[in-house]
C-alpha cells in the first residue's frame, strides 16, 4: 500500500509531501491546476519514461520518493529478498531526474536499474488511465486482460516460451533440410578429416619426444667419435688429463719440507685424479656400449614426416593437431546422428511440439472458462453503467490453419452488440467515444477485482459519464477501495463524495513564478470542493446543500 509521495521540483510541484491511507483517495481541483503531477510523479517513481522537460523551471533536477508497506504483499517481499534489497516491511521508490533529461533509480536507497524499478512497481500499483480506452480496440489487449482475470498470466508465458523453443528448432530443421546436399558434402569431408587424424593418432607431446630423439639419432656417429676423443684426453692417451695431475702430485709430495699451506691442494689434486679415472672409465663404457639404430632413425623421421605433412594440409602448426582433432570430432557427432542432424532436429521438434500443445491447450481451457464468466462480470457492471442492453462477448477464434503462435492456438477478441437483436461485432466499429469509456470502465474494475496489485489507480476513467452513472462509478471505486487503495483523478462530484480522503490540487502565481498546492481536505472543506465541482465558481446556498447531502450519502455507501 502506498504511504508517501515526496515530490521536488517537478513541473509547477516546488515542493509536495502527500500521506496516504487505505481505501478510496479522490484527487480533485480545477482544470490545469496539475491533479496530474500525483499520478505522473507515481508513474516516474514505478520506472516510467523521464522527460527532463519535467524538471521546474530553475532547478536543477526534480526528486520524486514513493514509500510503501508490503507488510501484506507477500510477493514484493519475495522480489525484494531476491534481489537482496529487502527492509523489513518497507519499500521506499525513489527517481532523480537531471535538466539534462538523465536520471537515476533507487530501491530501499540502493542504485539500481530502471527495469527493476519497472518490474518491483507493477507489483506494487497498477494505474488505469483513459487513454487504455485507444488500447481497448487491440487484440493484444483484450488477450492480456483475459489472462489476467483468468489467472493464467505464468501458463501464458510458459506457453510463449514452448513456442519460441520449438520455432528455433523448426527453423534450424527448415534450414538444414534446404541445404541438405551442402550439408552431406560437408559432413563426408568431415568424415575423411577425422578418419585421417584418427590414423595419425598423435599423442599429447609425442612430437616433442619425437623430435629430440629424432636430433639424438641423426648424430650418432658424431656421439661415438667425440666420446672416444674424450676417454682418451681422460685416462689412455700418454698426455692424459689423468696423468698430467699423477706428475703434479708427484712434484708436491717430493717437497723437502712440510707444507701445511699446500695440504688442501694436494687433496683436490688427490680427488681430481680419481674423478678423471672414474669419467674415463665411464666413456669407455658408453664408446662400447652405443650403437647407432638407423631404422629407428628412420621409423622416428617418417612419423615426424607424417605429422608435419598434416599439419601443412591444414595449414597449421604441429601443435595445433590435437585442438584440431577434438573440434573436427565434435562437429562430425554434432552432424552426424548427434544434435543437429535431421532425425534428431526431428524428433527434438516433435517432442517441443507436444509440449507447445499440451500448454496451449491447458491455456485454452482456462480462457475459455474465464470468458463465460469475464463476460457475466462486465455484463453486470455494465448495466449498472446505464448500459444494460449492451451485450459484451469475448471471442476466441482460432489460429488460421491451426498454427502455433506465441500467445497460444487462439486469438481473442471482445465484441459488443449495442441493441438488442444485433449481431456483437468488434469494439472499434461499435462502440462510440462514450459508449468506450463506460465500457472501458467496467472492464477495468472487474479485472481489478481479480488483480493481486494492492494499489489501483484511475486516471480520469469516469469522463463522458454524468449523472446516476457517475455516483454508480464512485460506488464501484469506493468499493474496490474498500477492499485495498484506490486512487482517482475525477472531475465528477458524484465520485469524489464518495471517497475516504480527499486531495485538493491548486496552483497560485508568486513572484512571477507558478506554484502547485495539493492539501487533504476535512469534511468541511471536502463539502466545499464538492459544490465546486457541482456548480462552479458562484456558490449558492442550494449548491452547498446539495453538497453536503451527496457527501452523507456518499459516506454512508458500503458496498
Given at each position: 500500500?502506498?504511504?508517501?509521495?515526496?515530490?521536488?521540483?517537478?513541473?509547477?510541484?516546488?515542493?509536495v509531501?502527500?500521506?496516504?491511507?487505505?481505501?478510496m483517495?479522490?484527487?480533485?481541483?480545477?482544470?490545469?491546476?496539475?491533479?496530474?503531477?500525483?499520478?505522473d510523479?507515481?508513474?516516474?517513481a514505478?520506472g516510467?519514461?523521464?522527460?527532463?522537460?519535467?524538471v521546474?523551471?530553475?532547478?536543477?533536477?526534480?526528486?520524486?520518493?514513493?514509500?510503501?508497506?508490503?507488510?501484506?504483499?507477500?510477493?514484493?517481499?519475495?522480489?525484494?529478498?531476491?534481489?537482496?534489497?529487502?527492509?523489513?516491511?518497507?519499500?521506499?521508490?525513489?527517481r532523480?531526474?537531471?535538466?539534462d533529461?538523465?536520471?537515476?533509480?533507487f530501491?530501499?536507497?540502493?542504485?539500481?536499474?530502471?527495469?527493476?524499478?519497472?518490474?518491483?512497481?507493477?507489483l506494487l500499483?497498477?494505474?488505469?488511465?483513459q487513454?487504455?480506452?485507444?488500447?481497448?480496440?487491440q487484440?493484444?489487449?483484450?488477450r492480456?486482460?483475459?489472462?489476467?482475470?483468468?489467472?493464467?498470466e505464468d501458463?501464458?508465458?510458459?506457453?510463449?516460451?514452448?513456442?519460441?523453443?520449438?520455432h528455433?528448432?523448426?527453423?534450424k530443421?527448415e534450414?538444414r533440410?534446404?541445404?541438405a546436399?551442402?550439408?552431406?558434402?560437408?559432413?563426408?569431408?568431415?568424415?575423411?578429416?577425422?578418419?585421417?587424424?584418427?590414423?595419425?593418432?598423435?599423442?599429447?607431446g609425442?612430437?616433442?619426444?619425437?623430435?629430440?630423439?629424432?636430433?639424438?639419432?641423426?648424430?650418432?656417429?658424431?656421439?661415438?667419435?667425440?666420446?672416444?676423443?674424450?676417454?682418451?684426453?681422460?685416462?689412455?692417451?700418454?698426455t692424459?688429463?689423468?696423468?698430467?695431475v699423477?706428475?703434479?702430485?708427484?712434484?708436491?709430495?717430493?717437497?723437502?719440507?712440510d707444507v701445511?699451506?699446500?695440504?688442501?691442494?694436494?687433496?683436490?689434486?688427490?680427488?681430481?685424479?680419481?674423478?678423471?679415472?672414474?669419467?674415463?672409465?665411464?666413456?669407455?663404457?658408453?664408446?662400447?656400449?652405443?650403437?647407432?639404430?638407423?631404422a629407428r632413425l628412420?621409423?622416428?623421421?617418417?612419423?615426424?614426416?607424417?605429422?608435419?605433412?598434416?599439419?601443412?594440409?591444414?595449414?597449421?602448426?604441429?601443435?595445433?593437431?590435437?585442438?584440431?582433432?577434438?573440434?573436427?570430432s565434435?562437429?562430425?557427432?554434432?552432424?552426424d546422428?548427434?544434435?543437429?542432424?535431421?532425425e534428431?532436429?526431428?524428433?527434438?521438434?516433435?517432442?517441443?511440439?507436444?509440449?507447445?500443445?499440451e500448454?496451449?491447450?491447458?491455456?485454452?481451457?482456462?480462457?475459455?472458462?474465464?470468458?463465460?464468466?469475464?463476460?457475466?462480470?462486465?455484463?453486470?457492471?455494465?448495466?449498472?453503467?446505464?448500459?444494460?442492453?449492451?451485450?459484451?462477448?469475448?471471442?476466441?477464434g482460432?489460429?488460421?490453419?491451426d498454427?502455433?503462435?506465441?500467445?497460444?492456438?487462439?486469438?481473442?477478441?471482445?465484441l459488443?452488440?449495442?441493441?438488442?437483436?444485433?449481431?456483437?461485432?468488434?469494439?472499434a466499429?461499435?462502440?462510440?467515444?462514450?459508449?468506450?469509456?463506460?465500457?472501458?470502465?467496467?472492464?477495468?474494475?472487474?479485472?481489478?477485482?481479480?488483480?493481486?496489485t494492492?494499489?489501483?489507480?484511475?486516471?480520469?476513467?469516469?469522463?463522458?459519464?454524468?449523472?446516476?452513472?457517475?455516483?454508480?462509478?464512485?460506488?464501484?471505486?469506493?468499493?474496490?477501495?474498500?477492499?485495498?487503495?484506490?486512487?482517482?483523478?475525477?472531475?465528477?462530484?458524484?465520485?469524489?463524495?464518495?471517497?475516504?480522503?480527499?486531495?485538493f490540487?491548486?496552483?497560485?502565481?508568486?513572484?512571477?513564478?507558478?506554484?502547485?498546492?495539493?492539501?487533504?481536505?476535512?469534511?468541511?472543506?471536502?463539502?466545499?470542493?464538492?459544490?465546486?465541482?457541482?456548480?462552479?465558481?458562484?456558490?449558492?446556498?442550494?449548491?452547498?446543500?446539495?453538497?453536503?447531502?451527496?457527501?452523507?450519502?456518499?459516506?454512508?455507501?458500503?458496498?
Amino acid at each position: 500500500m502506498l504511504t508517501q509521495l515526496m515530490v521536488s521540483n517537478y513541473a509547477i510541484a516546488e515542493r509536495v509531501d502527500l500521506h496516504f491511507s487505505k481505501g478510496m483517495t479522490a484527487l480533485t481541483g480545477e482544470t490545469g491546476a496539475g491533479k496530474s503531477i500525483v499520478l505522473d510523479a507515481l508513474s516516474l517513481a514505478m520506472g516510467g519514461r523521464a522527460d527532463a522537460g519535467a524538471v521546474r523551471h530553475g532547478a536543477k533536477r526534480a526528486d520524486i520518493t514513493a514509500s510503501f508497506d508490503i507488510s501484506r504483499i507477500p510477493i514484493a517481499r519475495q522480489w525484494l529478498e531476491e534481489h537482496e534489497l529487502d527492509d523489513k516491511d518497507d519499500c521506499i521508490l525513489r527517481r532523480t531526474i537531471n535538466k539534462d533529461g538523465r536520471s537515476k533509480a533507487f530501491i530501499n536507497g540502493q542504485p539500481c536499474p530502471l527495469s527493476q524499478l519497472k518490474e518491483l512497481g507493477s507489483l506494487l500499483m497498477d494505474i488505469h488511465s483513459q487513454h487504455q480506452h485507444q488500447s481497448l480496440l487491440q487484440k493484444d489487449t483484450h488477450r492480456k486482460l483475459l489472462d489476467e482475470f483468468s489467472g493464467a498470466e505464468d501458463l501464458a508465458e510458459q506457453t510463449r516460451d514452448a513456442w519460441k523453443a520449438w520455432h528455433r528448432t523448426s527453423q534450424k530443421l527448415e534450414q538444414r533440410r534446404q541445404n541438405a546436399d551442402e550439408a552431406e558434402a560437408k559432413l563426408q569431408l568431415l568424415r575423411y578429416q577425422v578418419e585421417e587424424l584418427d590414423r595419425l593418432a598423435l599423442g599429447d607431446g609425442e612430437q616433442e619426444t619425437l623430435e629430440q630423439e629424432q636430433a639424438q639419432l641423426s648424430q650418432a656417429d658424431a656421439v661415438l667419435h667425440s666420446s672416444h676423443q674424450a676417454a682418451l684426453l681422460c685416462t689412455e692417451d700418454e698426455t692424459s688429463a689423468a696423468d698430467l695431475v699423477r706428475q703434479a702430485l708427484q712434484q708436491l709430495e717430493q717437497l723437502p719440507v712440510d707444507v701445511p699451506a699446500l695440504a688442501d691442494t694436494i687433496q683436490m689434486l688427490t680427488e681430481a685424479q680419481i674423478q678423471i679415472s672414474e669419467a674415463g672409465d665411464n666413456l669407455r663404457h658408453f664408446v662400447e656400449d652405443y650403437e647407432a639404430d638407423p631404422a629407428r632413425l628412420a621409423e622416428v623421421e617418417e612419423r615426424l614426416s607424417a605429422i608435419y605433412q598434416m599439419a601443412r594440409k591444414h595449414r597449421i602448426t604441429p601443435e595445433e593437431l590435437p585442438e584440431l582433432h577434438q573440434r573436427l570430432s565434435n562437429e562430425l557427432a554434432e552432424l552426424d546422428g548427434g544434435e543437429g542432424s535431421l532425425e534428431q532436429l526431428e524428433a527434438e521438434q516433435q517432442s517441443l511440439r507436444k509440449r507447445f500443445d499440451e500448454l496451449a491447450g491447458q491455456l485454452t481451457a482456462k480462457r475459455e472458462q474465464a470468458a463465460a464468466e469475464l463476460d457475466q462480470r462486465i455484463a453486470q457492471e455494465l448495466a449498472q453503467l446505464s448500459m444494460p442492453a449492451v451485450q459484451f462477448v469475448t471471442k476466441l477464434g482460432r489460429n488460421s490453419n491451426d498454427e502455433p503462435a506465441p500467445h497460444g492456438m487462439e486469438d481473442v477478441e471482445f465484441l459488443v452488440s449495442a441493441n438488442p437483436g444485433q449481431p456483437a461485432r468488434p469494439l472499434a466499429k461499435v462502440a462510440s467515444g462514450g459508449e468506450l469509456s463506460r465500457i472501458s470502465l467496467a472492464i477495468q474494475v472487474v479485472v481489478a477485482q481479480t488483480s493481486t496489485t494492492p494499489t489501483l489507480v484511475f486516471d480520469e476513467v469516469d469522463v463522458g459519464i454524468g449523472g446516476g452513472t457517475a455516483e454508480v462509478v464512485g460506488r464501484l471505486l469506493r468499493s474496490l477501495g474498500s477492499n485495498g487503495q484506490v486512487l482517482c483523478v475525477t472531475h465528477l462530484p458524484q465520485v469524489a463524495a464518495q471517497c475516504h480522503q480527499h486531495l485538493f490540487v491548486s496552483k497560485f502565481t508568486e513572484q512571477d513564478a507558478t506554484y502547485s498546492r495539493i492539501e487533504t481536505l476535512d469534511d468541511q472543506g471536502r463539502i466545499s470542493e464538492v459544490a465546486r465541482m457541482l456548480g462552479g465558481v458562484d456558490m449558492t446556498e442550494h449548491t452547498i446543500a446539495h453538497a453536503r447531502e451527496m457527501f452523507v450519502k456518499g459516506q454512508a455507501t458500503h458496498h
